[in-house]
């Protein structure tokens, strides 16, 4: 049967894949071409070939029908220096609104206080 068309191998094709290869040497492309009527490149099989002690370790596939394994995003650690920057603009910021807080409470207490003298 030829093949359909070329796409990327599920995660139990691949373990699959790699545990054909380890008992057999003959050409690993038909072999996928026959057994899942799919196409994938010789350099492909390679790359999966070279992470097979990887794939054929792993207890359990996770995702047996995942084309690839999503790789969660890990934010960049920031540097001393940033955090120390970050600080102190927060700092800052907190000092210019306790420093209005003062000026409003001062200018309500002068008022009155002018308030008061004006009474006498």
Do not use: H
């Not at 068309?5 to 040497?25: F, G, I, M, P, V």
């Not at 029908?65 to 102190?88: D, F, L, M, V």
Request: charged share 25%; glycine share 0%; aromatic share 6%.
């Amino acid at each position: 049967m030829p093949p359909k068309s070329k796409t990327t191998l599920t995660d139990s094709q691949k373990y699959e894949l790699c545990l054909y290869a380890r008992d057999n040497k003959k050409s690993r492309a038909e072999y996928v071409e026959t057994k899942w009527q799919v196409r994938v490149n010789e350099s492909t099989i390679t790359q999966i070939l070279q992470r097979s002690n990887q794939l054929l370790s792993e207890e359990e596939i996770i995702a047996p029908n995942a084309k690839k394994t999503q790789i969660g995003y890990i934010p960049r650690t920031r540097t001393s220096t940033e955090i120390t920057a970050i600080s102190a603009s927060t700092a800052l910021q907190d000092l210019e609104t306790v420093q209005a807080f003062l000026l409003q409470e001062n200018a309500s207490e002068y008022i009155k206080m002018t308030n008061i003298l004006e009474r006498y």
